[in-house]
């Protein structure tokens, strides 16, 4: 179920599921029905029932949402990903980026990075999950989540890297590497049979970097990693979560 999973620090764990979790996305033609069931399984397995994670209807931006308790966000979206999962009881906030005070968070992802924030507030843990595609990392939605998390008083942010295509699989246009690598030159790459590539890991490690945020963890690439979905292997591929939460 979990491709990666550790207590990251005292009351807190991060965790990235597999194929074996199954679809955990409403927005790709899945039934609805199973894709509730098998979240609220992976809420069992992770130990924060009845607690649930939240969840976003992701639009490949730079919005952040700030979570004020686990299941409620400020703003809720209307369709979508969000419009199913109200039916649950689990409104989703239309971002791509979410911020809580220790509320569960999930981000899906089936080639973009999923990625993980958490820092140490006054009262607890400052969490943070962060949908983090090549559009998402252009607009800035990285800086965007870091800047929220400390507004919300977070101090001492480390990050975790999910899994995600890596910039020896990512081929693109050169017209497109060349956009993103004027604005993101860690991105600039080249694909292991000699094309013109986007290092996304690259590009958000380098974002990191320069907001003075050390990364913990590296997944492996989605692309090379059969147990994970990736869209560019199967456009009708399911999506996978990257998860923070707190536990006792």
């Known amino acids: ?4 999973r550790a207590e990251v620090q005292p009351g807190v764990s991060v965790a990235f599921t597999d194929t074996n979790a199954g679809n955990l996305a409403l927005h790709v033609g899945d039934d609805a029905a199973a894709v509730l069931h098998r979240r609220a399984r992976l809420e069992d397995v992770a130990g924060i029932s009845p607690r649930r994670f939240q969840y976003m209807n992701q639009v490949h ?3 952040v949402s700030l979570v004020v308790e686990s299941g409620a966000a400020v703003e809720a979206g209307t369709a ?3 419009g199913t999962a109200a039916e649950a009881g689990l409104p989703a906030p239309t971002a791509d980026a979410l911020v809580s005070l220790g509320g569960p968070l999930a981000v899906m992802v089936a080639d973009c990075i999923p990625l993980v ?3 140490a507030g006054s009262s607890g843990p400052v969490l943070s999950a962060v949908h983090a595609g090549r559009p998402g990392l252009f607009s800035g939605v990285i800086p965007a989540a870091v800047q929220q998390m400390r507004a919300s008083g977070a101090t001492d942010i480390r990050a975790w890297l999910g899994p995600s295509v890596c910039g020896n699989c990512y081929e693109v246009p050169a017209e497109l590497r060349d956009e993103v690598a004027a604005h993101l030159p860690s991105a600039w790459s080249t694909t292991s049979w000699g094309t013109p590539a986007l290092d996304l890991p ?3 490690a380098s974002q990191l970097d320069a ?11 989605t692309l090379e990693n059969e147990s994970l979905f990736s ?7 399911g999506r ?3 998860l923070v939460w707190t536990h006792d």
């Open 117 to 119: 924030l958490v820092g």
């Open 61 to 63: 931006g730079n919005e």
């Open 80 to 82: 979508g990903e969000a």
């Open 1 to 4: 179920m979990f491709l990666w």
């Open 202 to 204: 690259g590009g958000a």
């Open 211 to 221: 907001l003075g945020v050390p990364i913990e963890y590296r997944g492996p690439c």
């Open 231 to 237: 869209y560019r292997r199967d456009s009708r591929s």
């Open 240 to 242: 996978f979560a990257g």
